[in-house]
């Protein structure tokens, strides 16, 4: 009887978890396919200047709000996570959480809003932009509010209200920017930011968490008692998702003094293939795995089953996926770039690879966050960073792009000894035998499938290629009956 329910548990965990990756992986595509149709209007009306214009101000927004927000959209969903059964809890937490995205999302404005003429003095050597850098303080404030109401969804496991949210919110968003674009120009610009930012807010807030009003009410000083906490961890991993950014500038910085704007540009597109678009899985799985890995940080070996369970099916739907890309390769960089961009073939191949230790580091990455141990993320965050930017600097220098998508295999591969390391030692859980085992057997399949599409004729490696992929179809089978 106990293993009948067992089974019955992790069928139905695999199931959520794909129920939550294909919701969110459409998600994410139609919020890329609005970004590409709004830029390409952008481009058409306001030319190259307002795509410039449009690249600047939501530069300044993004980087203010790296570290005013709090991280309380990330942070939050923890505390949530963790007290979702108990709704009188539950109604503290959300007014808790609501309150600080106001404070943070007023503090992002004032700064930005008093920083106006400092900015656009420093970035276009006028006055001119001042006002429409004072209007994206707007944008600091509603996209603020619109965090927290994600966080409350997430922790409590709306996803589906989370997701309906995000989907108004960026058609709307791409609706009421369209004729501000044509009929004001360049003029439209920070404006369109700001209504873009005011139409997820408004689209989130309808299918906000419902909770009841405390009683008794709740007064500042316990507020910030309350919130301290999430705001604390938020700050620890705004300062690592900080730290991340100015490595990656860095790398950018010495990449383009060395060799030039182009390569840069290079460099760019082949990381956009292999970060954001085969990151589409991890961010859509992370939507459910990080609330339910928070619910259950008091409880070690349910940790330790989730993070094994997580690795394996992440690993059964990526590799063939990645086989798949490996075969497509040319026909993806002709299709989202042009003829030019060829040479970064060699790049996002082997760079795709990292993919797999990312799988495993990533997951195990989770319990340090879901654990609240902030000083510990930030630490496996810096060393990543310092081992990052020397690693695919001189990979580069080396070997060329070639070189560079090596160095992400084994710059993943380092992150994921640094995080194991953390996991196994201060943490006490481990990793499956099957699930290692799955792990090398992956980056092996995936290695011979692009030594066989450089080395063999393509009616004989794309055969393979798609004979290897569809032998992950049973084990994902078998572990959808689990």
Not at 230 to 235: E, P, Q
Not at 352 to 364: E, G, H, T, Y
Not at 383 to 405: F, K, Q
Request: proline content about 3%; charged content about 10%; some cysteine.
């Amino acid at each position: 009887m106990k293993s009948k329910r067992a089974t019955h548990s992790s069928s139905r965990l695999t199931a959520t978890v794909l129920k939550a990756m294909g919701l969110f992986s459409g998600l994410q595509m139609v919020g890329i396919i609005c970004a590409v149709v709004k830029m390409k209007l952008v481009a058409i009306w306001l030319h190259a200047s307002g795509v410039g214009l449009f690249s600047i101000y939501q530069s300044v927004v993004d980087t203010i709000a790296t570290l005013s927000d709090l991280g309380i959209r990330q942070s939050a969903v923890r505390d949530v996570a963790s007290h979702r059964t108990l709704s009188s809890r539950l109604s503290t937490i959300a007014f808790v959480v609501r309150r600080w995205s106001a404070f943070a999302g007023l503090l992002g404005a004032v700064v930005i809003m008093g920083g106006a003429p400092f900015l656009s003095r420093w970035l276009f050597h006028s006055w001119t932009a001042v006002w429409g850098f004072m209007l994206l303080g707007g944008a600091m404030f509603f996209n603020s509010l619109t965090g927290g109401e994600q966080a409350l969804l997430q922790g409590d496991g709306k996803l589906k209200a989370l997701a309906r949210g995000n989907l108004w919110g960026t058609l709307s968003g791409l609706a009421v920017s369209i004729p501000l674009f044509y009929l004001l120009g360049e003029k439209s610009v920070a404006l369109s930011i700001v209504v873009y930012a005011l139409t997820m807010y408004v689209a989130t807030r309808r299918f906000r968490l419902r909770t009841m009003r405390p009683s008794p009410a709740i007064g500042l000083r316990a507020v910030w008692e309350s919130g301290r906490g999430f705001a604390r961890l938020g700050l620890y991993m705004a300062f690592a998702a900080f730290v991340t950014n100015t490595a990656h500038t860095l790398f950018v910085a010495l990449l383009n003094s060395f060799a030039g704007t182009e390569q840069v540009g290079y460099v760019q597109a082949g990381d956009t293939i292999i970060v954001r678009y085969l990151g589409l899985v991890f961010t859509a799985i992370g939507m459910e795995f990080y609330p339910r890995m928070a619910a259950a940080c008091r409880h070690r070996r349910a940790m330790q089953t989730y993070v094994n369970h997580e690795i394996s099916l992440l690993l059964l739907i990526l590799t063939p996926l990645l086989l798949l890309f490996i075969m497509l390769r040319c026909t993806v960089v002709q299709f989202l770039y042009t003829s030019d961009f060829m040479v970064i073939v060699p790049f996002i191949t082997w760079g795709a690879l990292a993919s797999i230790p990312k799988a495993v580091s990533w997951c195990m990455a989770f319990t340090i966050i879901s654990k609240g141990d902030g000083r510990t993320y930030i630490l496996t965050e810096v060393l990543d960073a310092l081992i990052s930017v020397p690693l695919c600097y001189y990979a580069y220098v080396m070997h060329g792009l070639t070189g560079l998508g090596v160095a992400y295999i084994l710059w993943y591969l380092i992150y994921t000894l640094i995080t194991g390391f953390v996991y196994r030692g201060r943490y006490g859980m481990k990793l499956y035998r099957s699930t290692l085992l799955l792990s090398i057997l992956s980056l092996l399949i995936c290695s011979g499938g692009i030594l066989s599409m450089d080395h063999l004729p393509p009616l004989l490696s794309h055969p393979l290629l798609l004979l290897a992929a569809a032998g992950f179809i049973p084990p994902l089978r078998r572990l959808l009956r689990r």
